[in-house]
């Protein structure tokens, strides 16, 4: 089992930075590759960015591409989400959640483990 807690969430004003970070419990972390999501009010959860379990390789959506960063610390079990130039349409729930693979994956239904999300919202 793995339970994951989100935090670093907020308000910021457009063009600003937060960095998101989630805590894994669970003596395997490595093992799975980690991935952050997004939930708009109305709308479908999306994939932002993915990390594989030894963090060589990571990928993100096109809409984040050159401004957001995911990370991951093996040894704190923790995985973080820097994004910068903050656009009020970044405004969701973001959860953090680990996939049963090491391997990087886009794909919402390889993630097992979820999060409880945290709030950021970006005023324009």
């Known amino acids: 089992q793995v339970r994951l807690v989100e935090s670093g969430g907020g308000l910021v004003q457009a063009g600003g930075s937060l960095r998101l970070s989630c805590a894994a419990s669970?003596?395997?972390?490595?093992?799975?590759?980690m991935g952050w999501f997004r939930q708009a009010p109305g709308k479908e959860r999306e994939f932002v960015a993915t990390?594989?379990?030894?963090?060589?390789?990571?990928s993100y959506a096109d809409s984040v591409k050159g401004r957001f960063a995911i990370s991951r610390d093996n040894g704190k079990k923790t995985v973080y989400l820097q994004m910068n130039s903050l656009k009020p349409e970044d405004t969701a729930v973001y959860y953090c959640?680990?996939?049963?693979?090491?391997?990087?994956?886009?794909?919402?239904?390889?993630?097992?483990?979820w999060g409880q999300g945290t709030q950021v919202t970006v005023s324009s």
């Open positions: 669970g003596p395997t972390f490595s093992t799975y590759a």
């Open positions: 959640a680990a996939a049963t693979r090491r391997s990087v994956t886009w794909g919402i239904n390889e993630y097992g483990y």
């Open positions: 990390i594989s379990g030894s963090g060589s390789t990571t």
